[in-house]
């Protein structure tokens, strides 16, 4: 399996699970498209491989292609979502033995997106495991995570994937050389924005509407920022477009604090950086913080979007 642009992380793995030391919970944190699911199954292969992910046997092709009995990623099998009643259900198949070895391996994709209840749920079950389980979790901020959760996995960072690397992965996947540099530059780096905006151009909506609140909040138009917020009608593609507009929010503080734009929006950042204080800046990235704890609910769109602009445009 190639994992563009970690091999730093990649050896780390290896040197570990050839010592026999490989965590029974582990915590891949990153960035929404770094790789994160890609570790994951590259951790799920060091797990079950005879030959420590040798990329050719039965186990690791089937994990590769998503058909392995004993590799479970939860949030896919609760339909894309952290539903109770599938998750109970998961969590009930624990108790079987794994079907073609020796371990089963469970993986929590997005598990900053949980509850407290299924942390509470999966407290116990990661505190004292069957032989046979192991678990892997992902996630993009930590700190949506309770202590008691942190306290039992062994976190591994992701990095960020360097342009060239994230080029050569769009190559390697079929993409002309001028557009795999056009989009690597563009989301800096970011394999999962790019695949995604190959896929049907959707991603790319998604991000002028990020640069359209981007740049009604310039001008600290509360209603042009409320009415491109609510351009779109669903909310994953509202919190798509928060994500977005997070990482533009992140360059514009970048820039106040002497660093530079990392990516898309450049441009909106630095008028960002321009009109707002260091302080507001980060004022605007604890609510997006505050809201993504409770997206979760179920919160009104409009409730949502409209809270965001009163406490980001405060007066």
């Not at 965590?23 to 951790?43: C, E, I, W």
């Not at 969590?91 to 994709?109: H, S």
């Not at 209603?223 to 360059?251: C, M, N, P, Q, W």
């Not at 707002?276 to 609510?287: C, M, N, P, Q, T």
Request: proline share 3%.
């Amino acid at each position: 399996m190639k994992l563009y642009g970690k091999d730093e992380l990649k050896s780390r793995l290896d040197d570990i699970a050839a010592k026999g030391r490989l965590p029974h919970a582990m915590l891949f944190s990153g960035q929404s498209g770094s790789g994160r699911k890609t570790l994951a199954k590259y951790a799920s292969e060091l797990i079950l491989c005879q030959s420590g992910a040798c990329g050719e046997c039965a186990d690791c092709r089937n994990i590769e292609n998503d058909t392995h009995p004993d590799v479970i990623f939860v949030k896919k099998a609760c339909g894309g979502t952290y539903l109770m009643d599938p998750f109970r259900e998961v969590l009930r198949d624990t108790v079987v033995r794994p079907n073609d070895g020796e371990f089963k391996v469970y993986v929590f994709e997005d598990c900053d997106t949980m509850r407290p209840e299924h942390y509470q749920m999966l407290l116990k079950l990661i505190e004292e495991p069957d032989e046979y389980l192991r678990f892997i979790f992902t996630c993009e901020n930590t700190g949506l995570i309770p202590e008691t959760i942190m306290s039992r996995v062994t976190e591994f960072e992701v990095p960020n994937t360097p342009i060239k690397d994230c080029e050569q992965a769009l190559l390697d996947g079929g993409v002309d050389k001028k557009q795999a540099r056009e989009l690597s530059e563009l989301f800096a780096g970011n394999i999962g924005d790019c695949r995604a905006a190959l896929d049907g151009g959707s991603e790319a909506e998604l991000i002028e509407t990020a640069r359209k609140a981007a740049a009604a909040l310039c001008k600290r138009d509360k209603f042009g920022l409320a009415a491109a917020l609510l351009e779109k009608t669903s909310r994953a593609e509202l919190s798509r477009v928060f994500e977005h507009l997070t990482r533009i929010l992140r360059d514009a503080l970048a820039l106040k604090l002497g660093g530079e734009a990392e990516f898309f929006a450049k441009s909106e950042a630095k008028k960002i950086a321009e009109a707002f204080s260091e302080e507001e800046i980060l004022h605007a990235l604890d609510v997006r913080v505050e809201l993504a704890k409770n997206e979760v609910y179920n919160l009104n769109l409009q409730l949502t979007v409209a809270y965001f602009v009163s406490r980001v445009l405060r007066g």
